[in-house]
């Protein structure tokens, strides 16, 4: 490589361990913050939706319209 191109190869040695050590920081401090709010604005989203699906088949069966919503659906 070094033979083809001299400028190039050294910037792929050079490059390649600092992309290698930012990699590791990112993967290690950043990636496991974000993983974990992301993991709890599901978890909020989850349970919101499950209420209001739950909360919509209570009011199909209070006004005794599941036969009708069922066909529909």
């Known amino acids: 490589m ?3 191109n001299f400028t190039i190869a050294t910037l792929v040695v050079v490059l390649t361990p600092i992309s290698l050590i ?3 920081f990112y993967c290690k401090n950043i990636h496991t913050n ?3 709010e992301q ?3 599901r978890a909020k ?3 919101i939706s499950n209420e209001i699906i ?3 088949f209570t009011i199909k069966k209070i006004f005794g319209t599941e036969d009708l ?3 529909a659906f």
């Open 34 to 36: 974000i993983f974990q």
């Open 2 to 4: 070094f033979i083809l």
């Open 22 to 24: 930012v990699t590791t």
């Open 39 to 41: 993991s709890i604005c």
């Open 54 to 56: 739950e909360g919509l």
């Open 45 to 47: 989203l989850s349970s």
């Open 69 to 71: 919503v069922s066909k």
